[in-house]
């Protein structure tokens, strides 16, 4: 899979969601579950949740400002500890490095710890092509790649969409299984067929949520431990990053990891974070013989120095989309990327063109929400706008129509004389939609309103006529 | 004290009602109130779709309609916040930053200047009857104006308040996505639409109106008989 996910034009893409009805009670249910829980966690318990956020901001934005700095130490200090740094420019470059790692070591069997940059990049679709099995070992990772590689609907709860039933049935027909529904059970399932693909596996790849530049270290936050054994038991290990998640030291990692798993799912901490530094040494009893980290750039050296670089301060707890009300009602997949919701409103059209996704910055009705429930304080509804802003001024694709409809609206609305004089003959030109104090079958631009909702009738007397007149002493 | 109204177009336009009881309450707290025929448009319709250059002008255009005025005071959340965004969108230039600024540090939403600046919390509203209160996205979240509506209802004789659940969520006005994304607009209203009905509340109240003009228009398209009302409305009851 891609960062694209999906042929479909935007429109097709968000009627499928609206009329499927069990994702969108997944969504809410798990967006107000969710949601409670993150409160819990942040404004109830600490008071101080608001320092919290300009310390998260403060460490990002430092890292940003000193990013070649930063990356620099990491690499030194990897290749120190006996591993392999390869910056990747591109997503091809990534890929034909990886690919030499695995031709060379013949490999045939893979695992993964969930990452979405090796998602973005389309990993695993390079890796089949050279023949090798990939297995997801996050859990709702692993539902999604069995059940067809169905894309993720969420960065955070990838499988959010699927009930314990489906589940079932997916695990009954790609592993025989013929065990009930029960979690438990549906668990521990996907163990016994994991454990052995562990064993198994030549190379384990992961993704990493925040690198330590002090000591070359990088981390991984899960609830299952998969992370832990992708990482202990192939002799291979290949860790790949987007070029700026990077924390200097393991003081700014504790507290970036504090803010992730309170954000993402409400919990003071997750079950596992694991950190590991380079490969194995002399005295260890696992890790891996080799190390490669992978550094991605795809187009984020581009968004550094922009008016967009704040987007590269996210942390991928996926918060905002927990409270975003158009994400609640369209789910993932209408994105079309592998990035929904607010966040990749903004980051998909950055790494994949206005042409893939020039509809995502309009899925929004700028009410702030993702703004204000940030970790690291993104402007996302800013952001949101600025692409607007960029779509009409610098690429001009923005529809014909609308930009008619503006350049009138800029005229009237800058005129006071043409602003008084439209305003006054508005009933007039309205009357033949009008019925009493309504209009229910608006003409232009006014049918999309009126196909859902009343539109008023504007008033006879404008409130400037009852004011001029009331000071005249006519009320 | 002399108060300076921003009616907004859609006041000005769609809901006069709401304008005249803006100007009654304020006379009644006792302020002077003057309307500068030339205001036009905030110009937020056109800006938030991301055209700036068109509406610079009428930016313009309210920057010096209201130099004079000492407050600038507006019934509406999200239109008051819009000239509170003007410095932003005027930074860097010479001319019109500094006269933005100015503007936007004595612009007010109607709630947040009768609190915080008459400094009064009960205006002697009476008003029968069940009701429940949309909080605006823009009003609480970009100009920060969350407890003065709460303050100044809670202090309404004979008003019976519920609050409103998933309050903080978006109605699916958003402007011009109401029209350009209506389907998804549908959904969110709908939802909304859901909330105040499970109160059982007779009225629902809001300070914009936009949302007002969303969620009224909805209810009314599906025969549900609750009636919307701008807080100036009820604020003016007595």
Known sequence: ?475 | MKVTLFATCIVDMFQSNVGKATVELLERLGCEVEFPESQVCCGQPAYNSGYVKESKEAMKKMIETFSDAEYVVSPSGSCAFMFHEYPHIFAGDPVWEPKAKQLAEKTYELTQFIVGVLKIEDVGARFEGTATYHTSCHMTRLLGVKEPPMILLKNVKGLKFTELPGKEQCCGFGGTFSVKNAQISEQMVDEKVGHVEETGAEYLIGADGACLMNIGGRMERLGKPVKVLHIAEVLNSH
């Not at chain 1, 949520?209 to 002090?214: D, S, T």
């Not at chain 1, 903004?346 to 700028?366: F, I, N, Q, R």
Request: glycine share 8%; charged share 25%; net charge negative.
């Open chain 1, 1 to 475: 899979m891609a960062m694209k996910i999906s042929t479909e034009k935007f429109k097709e893409r968000v009627d499928h969601g609206i009329h499927d009805q069990f994702m969108r009670s997944a969504v809410a249910g798990a967006q107000d579950g969710m949601g409670y829980k993150r409160k819990v966690v942040t404004t109830d318990e600490l008071e101080n949740w608001e320092d919290w956020r300009n310390h998260g901001e403060e460490i990002r934005q430092h890292v940003l400002e000193h990013l070649d700095f930063y990356l620099e130490q990491l690499s030194e200090h990897v290749a120190k500890r006996g591993g392999h740094v390869f910056f990747a420019q591109t997503k091809e470059e990534a890929n034909e490095y990886i690919k030499s790692v695995v031709q060379r070591k013949n490999a045939k069997k893979v695992v993964k710890a969930k990452s979405m940059v090796t998602e973005e990049i389309g990993l695993n679709g390079m890796l089949e092509e050279e023949g090798c099995e990939v297995v997801e070992t996050d859990l709702g990772e692993y539902i999604l790649q069995l059940d067809e590689h169905d894309p993720p609907l969420h960065i955070v709860v990838p499988a959010l969409h699927k009930n314990k039933e489906q589940i079932r049935d997916v695990f009954a027909k790609k592993l025989g299984y013929t065990k009930t529904s029960k979690p438990e059970e549906l668990a521990c399932q996907a163990r016994v067929t994991l454990r052995e693909k562990f064993l198994e596996a030549d190379i384990g790849i992961t993704g990493c949520n925040f690198a330590v530049a002090e000591t070359g270290s990088f981390s991984l936050v899960t609830n299952e431990g998969n992370a832990d054994l992708v990482t202990a038991l192939p002799k291979t290990q290949i860790t790949v990053m987007g070029m700026e998640r990077i924390v200097p030291t393991f003081e700014e990692m504790e507290v970036l990891v504090s803010m992730l798993t309170r954000s993402a799912v409400g919990q003071k901490l997750t079950s596992y974070i694991t950190v590991l530094t380079g490969p194995r040494e002399e005295l260890d009893v696992d890790g891996p013989e080799e190390f490669h980290l992978v550094i991605v750039d795809n187009g984020r050296s581009d968004i550094l120095g922009s008016e967009f670089q704040s987007i590269l301060q996210c942390i991928r707890c996926g918060a905002c989309i927990n409270v975003c009300p158009v994400y609640r009602h369209i789910g993932g997949h209408s994105y079309g990327s592998i990035y929904p919701g607010p966040i990749g409103a903004v980051l998909s059209p950055l790494l994949g063109g206005y042409d893939e996704y020039k509809e995502l910055p309009y899925a929004s009705t700028l009410c702030g929400a993702c703004t204000e429930v940030c970790p690291v304080k993104i402007p996302l509804h800013n952001l949101l706008h600025q692409h607007r802003i960029n779509i009409v001024e610098k690429e001009g694709k923005a529809p014909v129509s609308e930009k008619l409809l503006m350049r009138a609206f800029g005229l009237g609305a800058a005129s006071p004389t043409l602003y008084k004089i439209g305003s006054k003959i508005a009933p007039a030109a309205m009357n033949p939609f009008t019925s009493g104090d309504k209009i229910s079958k608006g003409p232009g631009p006014l049918k999309a309103w009126t196909d859902i909702r009343e539109f008023p009738a504007p008033n006879k007397e404008r409130f400037r006529d009852w004011f001029k007149n009331r000071e005249k002493g006519d009320n």
